[in-house]
């Protein structure tokens, strides 16, 4: 078929006459996925209707700090299955560093770092529609800060954000269309969140209240915290075991893992679901875990049951318990933990609390 000289002059003309934002709309645009997270039932479902695994602290990885709470880097975590990343981000000197507590007890690397990481995984799985949940509580970092990481690793050309700052859990678009938009990275600040500066930094607690945190003991599915409407809110449930060591110390329970990530049995994760879909007549979204690989996969099959959609991986997980190369947290040297049983090092504290009381009792 010919085409005149003029046709083509008119669609070039056009093409230079679009705007740019709209240019950019038709680039990110992409036709609508066969599947969505691993699965084609998933694309029709409302992101606030579908149930994620979380990796607590996923940047504290380590296999000889014991306040680390993953065997794996956040590239493993998301390769077998995570869909919520939860950060811990501490103001060093300037820098955003992810630390747990304390940068002397466990320095995960910059925020920098761990985006690049996160924004190479998502160019490699263009059908993935990925959470974070940064804990900005103890330094309150401003939301300006974190834009300029986000911008500078791409991030903020994919991340998601609302028509509103607060969107009730049935609001929100589905899996299908967030990945067709392009923008299917989801980002809950915990503090300081402010939708008219930067609008995909959404606020936690008005969208999402959470379960207690913490626990030694057992898990349950009372409201804990939110600044909401717990009724129309998404939730999340933190089932991640401690161990008390006394005078205010904690650390993960990593011999308990397995049970607590199982898909049944006492105080499991598939418990603690069960037991909140009997209370809310709807499924967590988000489910926090230690280690997850541990279990073998259970984590992903509880969420794979809520979401009633059925487990059955390409490749195996990662196995239990990691390797050297995995680790990526180091340690300031205040406090320089080495791998100790939760035996050991409870009996260590003893000892030392009763010398110093033992001290304090002759001055």
């Known amino acids: 078929m010919l085409v005149s000289l003029a046709c083509i002059t008119q669609v070039v003309l056009l093409l230079l006459l679009v705007p740019k934002s709209a240019a950019h709309a038709l680039a990110v645009t992409r036709a609508t996925p066969s599947t969505c997270n691993g699965y084609s039932q998933l694309c029709d479902r409302s992101y606030g209707n ?78 993935e529609v990925v959470s974070m949940l940064i804990v900005n509580s103890y330094d309150n970092i401003l939301p300006a800060a974190y834009a300029t990481v986000f911008s500078d690793a791409g991030l903020d050309s994919v991340a998601y954000a609302p028509t509103n700052a607060t969107v009730a859990a049935s609001a929100w678009p589905t899996l299908g269309d967030m990945i067709s938009s392009g923008k299917r990275l989801v980002v809950f600040l915990t503090t300081r969140a402010d939708y008219q500066e930067v609008p995909y ?120 318990g990691g390797s050297s190369s995995s680790s990526s947290a180091t340690t300031g040297g205040a406090l320089p933990f080495m791998r100790v049983t939760p035996a050991q090092l409870g009996a260590s504290f003893a000892v030392t609390a009763g010398v110093f009381l033992g001290a304090l009792s002759v001055l």
């Open 201 to 320: 930094l959404i606020d936690e607690f008005t969208n999402i209240w959470e379960t207690a945190y913490d626990v030694t003991t057992t898990f349950d599915c009372a409201v804990n915290r939110t600044n909401g409407n717990s009724n129309t809110q998404m939730y999340l449930i933190n089932h991640f075991l401690d161990i008390d060591l006394g005078l205010g110390l904690l650390m993960p329970d990593k011999d308990a893992a397995a049970a607590t990530n199982g898909v049944s049995g006492a105080n499991s994760l598939g418990q603690q679901a069960a037991t909140c879909v009997s209370d809310y007549h709807r499924s967590p979204n988000f489910m926090l875990v230690d280690f997850y690989e541990y279990g073998n996969g259970s984590v992903f099959q509880v969420a794979a049951t809520a979401n009633g959609v059925t487990y059955s991986p390409s490749t195996p997980i990662a196995q239990a």
């Open 50 to 127: 579908v149930t994620f695994v979380g990796a607590h602290d996923s940047y504290a990885v380590s296999s000889t700090n014991l306040a680390a709470n993953q065997d794996y880097n956040v590239t493993q975590q998301l390769k077998d299955g995570v869909r919520m990343l939860q950060l811990q981000a501490h103001n060093q000197s300037g820098v955003i560093q992810l630390c747990h507590t304390s940068c002397g007890l466990l320095n995960g690397g910059t925020l920098a770092n761990y985006l690049n990481s996160v924004k190479s995984w998502m160019d490699e799985n263009p059908n």
